[in-house]
Each structure stands twice: as C-alpha cells, then as structure tokens.
C-alpha cells in the first residue's frame, strides 16, 4: 500500500500532539517531519508522554524548503498570523496544506477586524476550502483538487453543524440564532493565563469574549453561504472545568409551525451518509464524555412549541473533531482515501 508523506508544523501544542496520535495509527501514513520553534532537538516523547515507545520522531526547526521537498501534504499547528506566509512557500513548491488556525476561513475584510491587521498571502484566500466535509454536497470534488484547507474552528463545528439543515431547509429565521457553548480548557491552547490555571478554572464557570467571540463571524459566514441570506448569530462561549470537550445549546425561531418530526427528517436527510454525524433519539441529549477522542458530533433535537423555537444540542471533542480529527478528514478526502480511514 502506497502511502502519503506528512509533516507537522507545531507539533508540541495539543493539536500538533492529537495529530500525531492520529497520523502515526494512520494505514496510508508516513510522517517525515514534526518542526518546534521552541523544542527543536528534543524527542517527541518528552514532549508528548503517552507516545513513548510509539514515535521516535525528533522535533526540528522549521526549514520550508526541507519539509516541502519530502511532503505531499503538511499539517499548519501553528498560532494565528503565522501560517500565510508558510502556506504560500510550501504551496509553491507543490505541497498541500491543512491550516489549524484561523488564517484561512474568513474573507480578507473579515480576518482584518477579528485578528490580524494584516494577511501575508491574501492571494490565497480564494483558494482555500473551507473544510467542513459534511456539508456541501460536491464538497469532495472540490476537496480533491485543492491547495489549502482551513480547517474550521472548535466552535464553529459544533454549532455550524447544529444549525446548517436548519438553515439550508429554510426552516428558522436567520436573525433569530442563539448559541450558548461550553469548552474544555484544552481549547485555549497551552496558554499561561490566570482563567486557564487549574486553582481559577476548577469548579468554576465562566463566560467570555461574549458576543465578540472569533468564531462567530466564522459561524455567520458560513451559514450564511448555505442559507444564501444574511444570517446573525449570537454567540456566547463559556469555559467549564474539564479538560476537553464542546457542548453547544443553539436556538431559533421556526418560521411556520413544523412538527419535531419535520425536523428530524430535515437533520437526517441532510447528513445521509455522512459517517461522522450521530443524530440521538427522541430525548435523548448529546454528552461530552460519548464524543471523547472521537471524530464524531452526536446531536440531540427538541422543540419548544409554546414559542416556536428549536433547540439543538451538539457536542464535539474539541481536539478531534473540533481540530485535529476533522483535519486528518480533510486530508483522507484531499487524496482519496475513504474518509474514515485511521478514524
């Protein structure tokens, strides 16, 4: 069996770690280079513990030319803003790549008001793939064929896929969104900040970025591309005191009065196929601890009839499916490989 050359860039986060758990378990996978800025030179199990014996990889400086001379495809873990400028030497010299930070998803406006001032290669914008596989139905043709995937945020899976047959089907107003959004720590990142400190985080909740969160604009372009109307959302992220894990509760207003049952067949006409997507039986309320090192999203439906509004509920790993999973999806459709494939 041939198999396909892969680097990491960024390999000592959580991401970068979750991704070599995958890829080294992956048939049609060989991983030739894992880059540090910081570690370079140390072996990736003292990086990464629970892959000793199991990798004997050493992490190195970054060197474009090198990683894209033995790549066909490299995997961008790296912190927003410096994924542009790699993207455009390694895509020039014939190598593909899936982007884990937001460099990727959003048009140029967009990404100048909610991150950086500035975008190293905005030529490429128009190049990349939004890389939600479930949701466009000639999505793997287009997959097949392209430079860049911008694999989308934690967020914005569980609540995009919460939401899109709702909107697709025309269903619900698109002014009327609600998502409320709890995340496990892991989703910041190995960050040195106070809220994120055990003693802060533990038997504690806390909203943040509310209404201004990054994501957002991510979930409201997107659902606004399938629904081909202005939608809004508004969001409100919330860390809770776990290690990994997203639970989104969003809500709509229904425009005409559709029985549950219409709904649900909208949901499962929707993600027909799609082997990623778990949809619950009646009453029955997706868990974080069922999608754990799992690539799934299982989802839950109610519906308030008194006010007309449905209640999704969708729940993620937010280091598999909400990031490094959803990556490695990503890279088995970019190059043919049934999609569940080291899943």
């Not at 754990?292 to 008194?306: S, V």
Request: charged content about 20%.
């Amino acid at each position: 069996m041939k198999k396909i050359k892969a680097s990491i860039l960024g390999a000592t986060g959580y991401t970068g770690g979750e991704l070599l758990k995958i890829l080294l378990r992956h048939p049609r996978v060989e991983i030739k280079h894992v880059t540090s800025g910081s570690s370079a030179g140390k072996k990736v199990e003292e990086i990464h513990p629970s892959l000793k014996g199991l990798c004997s990889l050493v992490l190195e400086k970054p060197n474009v030319k090198k990683i894209a001379a033995g790549s066909d495809v490299a995997f961008l873990a790296l912190p927003g803003g410096q994924s542009p400028k790699i993207a455009a030497s390694l895509t020039a010299k014939g190598c593909r790549v899936i982007d884990l930070s937001p460099d990727f998803r959003l048009d140029l406006h967009t990404y100048h008001k909610f991150y950086q001032p500035r975008h190293a290669a905005p030529h490429l914008l128009k190049e990349a793939i939004y890389g939600l596989p479930e949701l466009f139905p000639f999505f793997k043709a287009k997959i097949f064929h392209c430079k860049i995937v911008a694999n989308p945020g934690c967020y914005a899976t569980a609540a995009i896929l919460a939401l899109a047959p709702l909107v697709k089907g025309g269903l619900i107003h698109t002014d009327s969104i609600i998502v409320d959004a709890k995340s496990g720590i892991s989703g910041a990142g190995k960050k040195l900040e106070p809220m994120y400190n055990f003693s802060e985080a533990n038997e504690n909740m806390t909203p943040y970025a509310v209404a201004h969160h990054r994501h957002m604009p991510e979930m409201e372009a997107i659902l606004t591309g399938i629904s081909r109307r202005e939608t809004f959302v508004t969001f409100v992220p919330q860390l809770a005191p776990m290690t990994r894990g997203i639970l989104a509760i969003s809500y709509a207003k229904l425009k005409k009065p559709v029985g549950l049952d219409d709904v649900k067949r909208c949901f499962a006409r929707f993600y027909e196929g799609k082997p990623f997507i778990r949809l619950l039986e009646d009453g029955v309320m997706p868990q974080t601890k069922a999608v754990l090192h799992t690539n799934f999203c299982d989802i839950g439906i109610a519906w308030d009839k008194r006010t007309m509004t449905v209640i999704v509920a969708s729940a993620i790993d937010n280091l598999v499916k909400g990031a490094s999973g959803q990556a490695v999806q990503n890279m088995n459709l970019m190059f043919g490989f049934k999609e569940t494939e080291g899943l």
